[in-house]
């Protein structure tokens, strides 16, 4: 009887096949070999690991900009300014009243970019701490910052300005009366005299900044000198302001304060708007006209604007007094100190701390990406391959 490779009781492997016969034999095990198409990897987790590895290595670069002050060269030490703040002469000040002003410096500054400012009271003094070297930037941080909304009622312009007169930036009690009785009084021709009279000094500092009466009429100058204003008794103050913020206004192509006035502020404005068409009302703060727009319209919604031909800065300042409220009285800067004071944890242990960071971080990514390449080659491999090459080789 003939027998034949394969048949029962053969032994498969023992038997070779004739010369020039394929390999593996037909009909072995699971046939002849084909090429078959890999497997797809496993797709969510490639983007889960993806995803990691990207968060991982984000989270470090953000790290690393976020701290270069601590381990840059240069990072063993920073400056802070001090500055002494007291009301001024003729303020009636009280512990409240302080700690009011207190809240309102701080606030101010921290809003200015100080983002660790801090301010204490001290007897009858604030004290500000702020980052940095002293410069021209806090030297306004004390004045009152009130806004007063006042119908205009006359303007003319301001003579060109000549050396100014030599008025002390702090003015005394009889001064402030003084201007008081010349400036805001109801008698019309002591009015016409005001206004002639302001148009010559518009260049100097202003004793009623932060210190006129809002119930009473105004004679005072606009913010870049150029017009004296008659400005009648305030319908609205900066404490009817529930918000406000600044943007730059496309059409008109400036940098400008929006406002956003509480229920009262809302009423009233809408009220004098509505009943005063055609009329000009004057922004003031601490008695300098920032502008006088004519009201074209009724304005019930509580919003406002105020241009001003404004910098970002400018802007960004005004909208932080707003905000924040005006001082109780005015502050007069006594003095300022800059020191260098030590940073909190050593540049050394700054940097051997990020840089153990980033070898885990190296370490992660290389992790990564050999899990990656070795999930893709495992499932390349055709099933039964592997099997197959082990039973016609062995």
Not at 105 to 120: F, H, I, K, M
Not at 186 to 202: E, H, K
Request: hydrophobic share 40%; glycine share 10%.
């Amino acid at each position: 009887m003939t027998r034949f490779a394969g048949d029962e009781g053969d032994d498969p492997m023992s038997m070779a096949p004739p010369p020039g016969s394929p390999w593996p034999p037909p009909g072995a095990g699971h046939g002849p070999w084909q090429p078959m198409s890999p497997a797809a990897p496993n797709r969510g987790l490639r983007w889960l690991v993806i995803a990691v590895l990207a968060v991982v290595v984000c989270g470090y670069a953000i790290a690393l900009v976020l701290t270069r002050d601590r381990w840059a060269p240069g990072a063993a030490s920073g400056e802070r300014t001090e500055l002494t703040l007291r009301p001024a002469p003729g303020s009636s000040a009280s512990g409240d009243s302080l700690e009011r002003a207190r809240g309102v410096v701080e606030a101010r500054a921290a809003a200015r970019g100080g983002t660790d400012a801090a301010a204490t009271v001290d007897d009858d003094a604030i004290i500000l701490s702020v980052p940095g070297a002293d410069d021209e930037s806090w030297s306004d941080i004390g004045a009152a910052g009130r806004l007063d909304l006042r119908p205009v009622i006359h303007a003319i312009e301001a003579q060109p300005a000549g050396a100014p007169t030599d008025r002390p930036k702090t003015p005394s009690p009889q001064a402030v009366a003084d201007e008081k009785e010349l400036r805001q009084s109801a008698d019309p021709s002591i009015q016409l005299l005001a206004l002639q009279f302001q148009a010559t000094r518009c260049g100097d500092n202003d004793a009623l900044a932060g210190r006129d009466d809002p119930n009473q009429p105004l004679v005072t100058c606009s913010d870049d000198g150029e017009t004296v204003y008659l400005l009648d008794e305030t319908i609205i103050d900066g404490e009817r302001i529930e918000s406000a913020g600044h943007e730059f206004d496309e059409g008109s192509g400036q940098w400008v304060v929006d406002l956003e006035f509480d229920g009262d502020g809302t009423s009233r404005w809408a009220d004098f708007t509505a009943a005063n068409i055609g009329t000009q009302v004057a922004f003031a703060l601490d008695t300098a006209v920032l502008s006088a727009p004519e009201i074209r319209e009724a304005m019930p919604g509580g919003r406002t604007q105020i241009t001003g031909g404004f910098t970002e800065d400018d802007a960004r300042d005004l909208a932080a007094a707003l905000q924040g409220g005006a001082l109780p009285f005015p502050l007069i800067l006594e003095s300022s100190t800059t020191e260098t004071v030590p940073l909190q944890g050593s540049p050394i242990v700054w940097r051997i701390g990020l840089l153990a960071a980033g070898v885990v971080v190296v370490a992660l990514v290389i992790g990564g990406v050999l899990l990656l390449v070795n999930a893709g080659r495992s499932r390349g491999a055709p099933p039964g391959y592997a099997a197959d090459v082990t039973r016609y080789t062995s």
